[in-house]
């Protein structure tokens, strides 16, 4: 029932080019990208102008 969270996020991440296919030669270098495409999506979503 919450899957599409699940791949709604992996959808988001995966607009990030370096993320979209596994070019990382280790775990840690691959999941510091996922932490630096998160931190960028949720820094673009804070500096978005509100709808009134």
Request: glycine share 2%; hydrophobic share 55%.
């Amino acid at each position: 029932p919450r899957r599409w969270v699940v791949e709604r996020t992996f959808a988001w991440l995966g607009r990030c080019r370096r993320l979209a296919k596994d070019f990382e030669a280790t775990i840690a270098s691959a999941e510091a990208w996922i932490f630096i495409a998160s931190i960028r999506l949720m820094l673009r979503r804070m500096a978005a102008p509100r709808r009134a």
